[in-house]
């Protein structure tokens, strides 16, 4: 079966992802350029989560059947035990390097600060992952197919995920992940397997590009 990768890891092959993380305890300032993202719920009005798009996902070719697509991010640091972390598939065209935890472009707001208003922001939640503290490792967060074929044809926009901490929150549990612009070899990518009109079956992996 063969394999491509996307991404800016050196083992990657094509650009792809931008990611962000949203601050509630610095509300109005974009973070693009840093090279850790966050999860986290220390305390009402400390809330921290996390954005990402593969933009890489146009090398997949239109009338392709999505069989599985999986996001890795790499856990770099971590507290606390059990963290349940949701994934939800983005409503607002946001821009890398201007969203912040209150608006999502320049002149325009997340209807709920940190894209966490379900139905104007983000959809249902597509999964949830139990993330515990083994840093030093990829964490998957599975079942992505149904968004990503929902892509390919078209009949979602490209805006990518929204993670958040959903199990509970106040107090000093965190996880911390390498960004797009973090170490070579931890960046985010997405694993895509999927068949194309010919039936043959290929994964693509799309990982960071390191702009975001």
Do not use: C
């Not at 650009?15 to 973070?31: K, L, S, W, Y």
């Not at 991010?73 to 969203?99: E, H, K, M, P």
């Not at 600060?113 to 964490?139: E, I, K, L, P, Q």
């Amino acid at each position: 079966m063969p394999t491509v990768t996307i991404g800016a890891n050196t083992s990657d092959t094509y650009p792809g992802v931008t990611d962000n993380e949203m601050r509630e305890g610095d509300a109005f300032t974009n973070q693009d350029g840093v090279t850790a993202i966050e999860t986290s719920k220390f305390s009402s009005g400390d809330y921290r989560n996390i954005s990402i798009k593969f933009s890489g996902l146009s090398n997949i070719s239109a009338g392709s059947t999505i069989t599985s697509a999986t996001l890795y991010l790499y856990l770099t640091a971590a507290s606390g035990t059990g963290d349940v972390i949701s994934f939800y598939r983005i409503l607002r065209n946001w821009v890398f390097n201007q969203a912040t935890w209150t608006i999502y472009s320049t002149g325009n707001s997340w209807t709920s600060g940190g894209a966490r208003s379900v139905g104007n922001d983000v959809a249902s939640a597509t999964g949830t992952a139990n993330v515990g503290t083994s840093t030093g490792a990829y964490v998957a967060f599975t079942g992505l197919a149904s968004d990503v074929q929902g892509i390919i044809d078209g009949t979602y926009s490209n805006y990518g995920w929204m993670l958040d901490r959903t199990d509970s929150q106040n107090d000093s549990h965190y996880r911390v992940w390498a960004s797009s612009e973090g170490t070579n070899g931890q960046r985010p990518y997405l694993e895509v397997v999927y068949t194309t009109g010919g039936g043959g079956a290929t994964v693509k992996t799309l990982a960071a590009l390191g702009v975001g």
